[in-house]
């Protein structure tokens, strides 16, 4: 895959009087011996360009810090990066002349997701699953180690880890910050008030030592966190890469039928869901992104994306009865197209929203999934005082923000819905897009709510917040993004 091809920076009908350095920067191809190695490129500098005088000096800046002499005719350097991101690689010539000449190339380079597949619980304040058995104090973080744990590996780097994080039996309003440990960002990932329990998709990068963090910030909370996946640079054969859905289209609401089912989930069940097909996600696609929405439930309970038909031990989503809470859920797909679903006490609706999904590398070509190092604040209506009202809609830049690169196609950010006046749902969606019934949070007065969604960028670079009813402010959280 050419991700920048050899292109002269500069050109001119005297070539003595100049010089133009070619490069041509790829990523080796699936099948080839540097199959799926996110992290490579190979810089190929073939031809030093033109001048009519030797050349002296010859040299390829990978962006990194990592600058390599190459020969004065011909070279191909293969560099691993030490960390997803956008660099700029930059070839330079000088002549015998003293004259310099250089061009450069940008590339995204990132992981490759691998599912656990069978959700695991590896921290749970209440049991003493992962800590002592207490709860987690005001200002307290707690560290966990995440590789070598649960499934996840030792012997391959990993990047970030995929995960449930849910709050439960909070003596304040507070909230959780998920981090790769150092200082805390100024983010939330969780916030949840004294009563209820919340839960939300966090995407965390990993610390050097294979460590995860998460700080509580008032009171007294418990925390409870289930590992879905991880992300990797280096190549196995089950990694997958993240694609975006064209759009948030339903795919099931047990309310009206849409799905195929027009009657509450009850205890115990497990139903399917199709998510492969016309209109929804690709054949390709082997693992779905979607929003869950569950609503109408008789009892406090929880809800499961599953492969099994055994009732599992995780959790993916947990509601009280009468509240409509969504989450993010990332599920493996099954042979026939279906996504599993398993409630576990009462009778609950469901509804279904595809945001994205994981496929080869493969199928999805140079596209990359790229952590950031911590969760970063795009915008926070409370400190903007630009609080959405009713059909309110706020654009919010993320191209050329907090490092997010040009090439950008999708966003993954945390939506947070607070100070609303009345029972509302908020969206987050790409500018320009064809409008669809998806809805992202959930919220109702005196609540703050968050959720994680994966967002596709509009051309310039955008996207933007719905409110639907009231007035609500809103706070997104960048997480990571796709180039």
């Given at each position: 895959?050419?991700?920048?091809?050899?292109?002269?920076?500069?050109?001119?009908?005297?070539?003595?009087?100049?010089?133009?350095?070619?490069?041509?920067?790829?990523?080796p191809?699936?099948?080839?011996?540097?199959?799926?190695?996110?992290?490579?490129?190979?810089?190929?500098?073939?031809?030093?360009?033109?001048?009519?005088?030797?050349?002296?000096?010859?040299?390829?800046?990978?962006?990194?810090?990592?600058?390599?002499?190459?020969?004065?005719?011909?070279?191909?350097?293969l560099?691993?990066?030490?960390?997803?991101?956008?660099?700029?690689?930059?070839?330079?010539?000088?002549?015998?002349?003293g004259?310099?000449?250089?061009?450069?190339?940008?590339?995204?380079?990132?992981?490759?997701?691998?599912?656990?597949?069978?959700?695991?619980?590896?921290?749970?304040?209440?049991?003493?699953?992962?800590?002592p058995a207490?709860?987690?104090?005001?200002?307290?973080?707690?560290?966990?180690?995440?590789?070598?744990?649960?499934?996840?590996?030792?012997?391959?780097?990993?990047?970030?880890?995929?995960?449930?994080?849910?709050?439960?039996?909070?003596?304040?309003?507070?909230?959780?910050?998920?981090?790769?440990?150092?200082?805390?960002?100024?983010?939330?990932?969780?916030?949840?008030?004294?009563?209820?329990?919340?839960?939300?998709?966090?995407?965390?990068?990993?610390?050097?030592?294979?460590?995860?963090?998460f700080?509580?910030?008032?009171?007294?909370?418990?925390?409870?966190?289930?590992?879905a996946?991880?992300?990797?640079?280096q190549?196995?054969?089950?990694?997958?890469?993240?694609?975006a859905?064209?759009?948030?289209?339903r795919?099931?609401?047990?309310?009206?039928?849409?799905?195929?089912?027009?009657?509450?989930?009850?205890?115990?069940?497990i139903?399917?869901?199709?998510?492969?097909?016309?209109?929804?996600l690709?054949?390709?696609?082997?693992i779905?992104?979607?929003?869950?929405?569950?609503?109408?439930g008789?009892e406090?309970?929880?809800?499961?994306?599953?492969?099994?038909t055994?009732?599992?031990?995780?959790?993916?989503?947990?509601?009280?009865?009468?509240?409509?809470?969504?989450?993010?859920?990332?599920?493996?797909?099954?042979?026939?197209?279906?996504i599993?679903l398993?409630?576990?006490?009462?009778?609950?609706?469901?509804?279904?929203?595809?945001q994205?999904?994981?496929?080869?590398?493969?199928f999805?070509?140079?596209?990359?999934?790229?952590?950031?190092?911590?969760?970063?604040?795009?915008?926070?209506?409370?400190?903007?005082?630009?609080?959405?009202?009713?059909?309110?809609?706020?654009?919010?830049?993320?191209?050329?923000?907090?490092?997010?690169?040009?090439?950008?196609?999708?966003?993954?950010?945390?939506l947070?819905?607070?100070?609303?006046?009345?029972?509302?749902?908020?969206?987050?969606?790409?500018?320009?897009a064809?409008?669809?019934?998806a809805?992202?949070?959930?919220?109702?007065?005196?609540?703050?709510?968050?959720?994680?969604a994966?967002?596709?960028?509009?051309?310039?670079?955008?996207?933007?917040?719905?409110?639907?009813?009231?007035s609500?402010?809103?706070?997104?959280?960048?997480?990571?993004?796709?180039a």
């Open positions: 895959m050419s991700v920048a091809g050899g292109l002269p920076l500069a050109s001119s009908a005297y070539a003595e009087s100049t010089i133009t350095p070619n490069l041509e920067v790829t990523v191809q699936p099948g080839y011996a540097e199959a799926d190695r996110p992290l490579r490129v190979n810089a190929s500098t073939a031809g030093a360009g033109e001048t009519t005088f030797p050349v002296t000096r010859n040299t390829v800046d990978f962006g990194d810090g990592t600058v390599v002499d190459v020969t004065a005719n011909s070279a191909r350097n560099h691993e990066y030490a960390a997803p991101g956008t660099y700029t690689v930059t070839h330079t010539i000088t002549d015998e002349q004259r310099t000449g250089a061009t450069s190339r940008s590339i995204t380079v990132g992981s490759s997701y691998v599912t656990l597949y069978y959700p695991t619980r590896f921290l749970d304040t209440r049991s003493g699953v992962g800590v207490k709860p987690v104090g005001p200002g307290e973080v707690v560290t966990l180690q995440v590789t070598g744990v649960s499934g996840v590996p030792t012997d391959r780097k990993v990047t970030g880890v995929l995960l449930n994080l849910t709050a439960t039996n909070a003596t304040r309003a507070t909230h959780i910050t998920a981090f790769p440990g150092g200082e805390p960002p100024k983010a939330s990932n969780v916030n949840v008030t004294p009563g209820h329990d919340v839960a939300n998709a966090v995407l965390v990068p990993v610390a050097e030592d294979g460590t995860v963090s700080r509580n910030n008032a009171g007294n909370v418990d925390l409870v966190v289930d590992i996946g991880y992300y990797t640079p190549a196995r054969s089950w990694s997958v890469r993240m694609g859905a064209d759009s948030n289209a795919v099931l609401d047990t309310r009206n039928g849409t799905g195929g089912i027009n009657h509450a989930v009850g205890p115990d069940q139903i399917t869901v199709p998510v492969r097909g016309p209109g929804m690709p054949d390709r696609a082997e779905a992104v979607v929003n869950l929405t569950a609503t109408e008789t406090d309970s929880f809800v499961t994306a599953t492969p099994s055994v009732p599992p031990h995780t959790s993916s989503l947990n509601f009280e009865a009468g509240q409509t809470v969504a989450n993010q859920v990332t599920a493996p797909i099954n042979a026939d197209g279906t599993t398993y409630n576990h006490v009462g009778s609950v609706h469901l509804v279904v929203d595809i994205g999904y994981y496929a080869s590398p493969y999805l070509g140079g596209t990359k999934g790229v952590l950031t190092s911590a969760p970063t604040r795009l915008a926070d209506t409370r400190e903007s005082h630009q609080t959405l009202g009713a059909d309110g809609r706020l654009t919010v830049k993320v191209r050329g923000t907090a490092g997010v690169p040009d090439g950008v196609s999708a966003v993954l950010v945390n947070t819905a607070t100070n609303a006046t009345q029972n509302s749902w908020l969206r987050v969606y790409t500018p320009g064809a409008w669809t019934d809805s992202t949070v959930n919220v109702t007065p005196g609540a703050t709510v968050p959720n994680l994966l967002v596709p960028v509009d051309a310039n670079g955008d996207i933007a917040v719905y409110n639907h009813a009231g609500a402010d809103v706070i997104v959280d960048l997480q990571g993004y796709m």
